[in-house]
């Protein structure tokens, strides 16, 4: 104990030496109380969130405000990979196994409302979009319907299939006045050569909720394959792949899910297993013995099938401690709160006449909120936050936006909102 200790110290005393201190939680940090998810907790109790930012070696020298780009990991995150690599590196083993898999997937899960056993790890959302858009078996003239609010992630694997193979995207811009509209312009969409649907859950322009569970009821009226990419939403908010439908659903780890960057997962129903083909084979991908005489091998009968090679256990073991984090505080406990941030950020930026991107429906408004100032280009409205604020944000150009989001999550406070409406204010006068 009293080596282990000394060892601990020694390693944080040289990396610290070397200008590249251990980031480990203070000893003094009182823990977050465990029965958190059981009760509703006030978005604006402050001990409380205040207590949850605490948790998180994140500088308080600016205030970040780009989880849709990247979310930040609390120290739990940080010592449960670091403390694997040190495991792990001392046998020098991969530490695949067939439990610990399935324990964090069962979290996984939790997070997304479907059976470990429909769960595939990934390194990030983009290539659980690649998965699924490649393994669907289109022919030429096949049409997908998608949106014009595409991140880069989940629409280059499509453009690239419909220049490589002739598949057909048709798309439509999200109307933020009423989900009905997104379902009637969808509906419009639809042909016999339809095959698939392929949309955000969270459009990474504007923060918009599209009603998936509606359009998934339209999908499965059409039977046509139903594709959500979650990158925005998984750990923003509760999501059940379940309910909403769909075929397959895509997410990072290292968004709002606050993992170990370069994860990722990617759900895929049960009985699309077979449908979406796993075209990236390797090691873990199937179960038994391969026989190159016959040519006979089998696919793991799980989404296991779509992971290939080694895969770095650290990491996957981060984003478990990651998901046990969200769950502790609790989904719903973060959604309210979250929700809360940017419901004051949309109401301040209406007061000071802003063009607000981002829908003003409650139902269809997110943890992000999206802004254009008009006649000011993006770069120097993120400048001059960052400059003069101190506030991280992101510029916008999706959906042929020129605009700047705000993304708000469990480690920001209301105080951080007035700091960015008086930024804004600051650009305005
Ligand atoms: C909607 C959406 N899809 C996919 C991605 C890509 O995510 P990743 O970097 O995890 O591949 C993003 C990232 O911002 C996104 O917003």
């Known amino acids: 104990m ?24 203070p000893s003094s940090l009182p823990e977050l109380p465990f029965d958190s998810a059981e009760r509703e907790i006030d978005p604006r109790d402050e001990a409380y969130w205040a207590l949850v930012r605490e948790q998180f070696p994140l500088t308080k020298e600016r205030v970040y405000l780009n989880t849709g780009g ?48 429909e769960i595939a790890y990934t390194r990030n959302a983009t290539e659980g979009c690649a998965i699924v858009c490649n393994g669907l078996p289109l022919q030429r003239g096949d049409e997908v319907i998608t949106t014009t609010h595409e991140h880069v992630g989940n629409t280059l694997s499509w453009l690239a299939r419909q220049k490589r193979e002739g598949i057909v995207m048709k798309i439509f811009e999200p109307s933020t006045n009423a989900a009905q509209e997104n379902i009637d312009r969808i509906a419009r969409l639809i042909t016999p050569r339809t095959r698939a649907l392929s949309i955000p859950h969270i459009t990474t322009s504007t923060g918009q909720i599209l009603s998936v569970k509606q359009i998934g009821e ?19 908010m509760p999501v059940n792949v379940h309910e909403i439908g769909c075929h397959a659903y895509a997410t990072s780890g290292h968004k709002w ?5 370069g994860t990722g997962l990617l759900y895929v129903r049960e009985d699309a297993l077979d449908l979406i083909e796993a075209k990236h084979l390797g090691g873990y991908s199937n179960i038994g013995e391969f ?70 429906a409650q139902n269809e408004h997110s943890a992000m909120i999206t802004f254009t100032l008009k006649n000011r280009a993006r770069e120097e409205v993120t400048k001059f936050l960052l400059e003069k604020f101190k506030l991280r944000t992101r510029g916008i150009y999706e959906g042929g936006l020129n605009a700047v989001r705000v993304s708000l999550h469990v480690y920001n406070s209301f ?15």
């Not at 009226?221 to 979650?230: E, I, R, S």
């Not at 899910?257 to 960057?261: R, S």
């Not at 006979?296 to 478990?320: C, I, K």
């Not at 929700?339 to 930026?349: I, K, P, Q, V």
């Open 70 to 117: 990247l979310g930040a990991s609390p120290y739990v995150v940080i010592a449960a990979v670091q403390e694997k690599i040190n495991e792990l590196e001392r046998i020098s083993e991969t530490g695949h196994g067939e439990e610990l898999w399935r324990g964090m997937k069962e979290k996984a899960g939790q997070i997304l409302g479907c059976k470990a056993e």
């Open 257 to 261: 899910l606050l993992g170990p960057k």
């Open 415 to 429: 105080a951080e909102v007035e700091r960015v409406l008086e930024g804004v204010e600051g650009l305005l006068g």
């Open 291 to 360: 026989d190159m005489t016959t040519g006979a091998f089998q696919f793991h009968p799980s989404a296991q099938r779509y992971e290939y090679g080694t895969m770095s256990t650290p990491l996957f073991v981060g984003l478990g401690a990651a998901m046990d984090f969200l769950l502790r505080i609790g989904m719903q406990n973060i959604w309210r709160h979250n929700f809360a941030l940017a419901t004051a950020l949309r109401e301040g930026l209406n007061r000071l006449g802003v063009e607000v991107n981002s829908p003003q």
């Open 2 to 25: 009293y080596r282990r200790k000394f060892l601990r110290r020694a390693s944080q005393a040289l990396a610290g030496l070397m200008g590249f201190p251990l980031l480990s939680k």
């Open 218 to 236: 339209l999908a499965a009226g059409h039977k046509l394959w139903y594709f959500v990419d979650g990158a925005q939403a998984a750990g923003m």
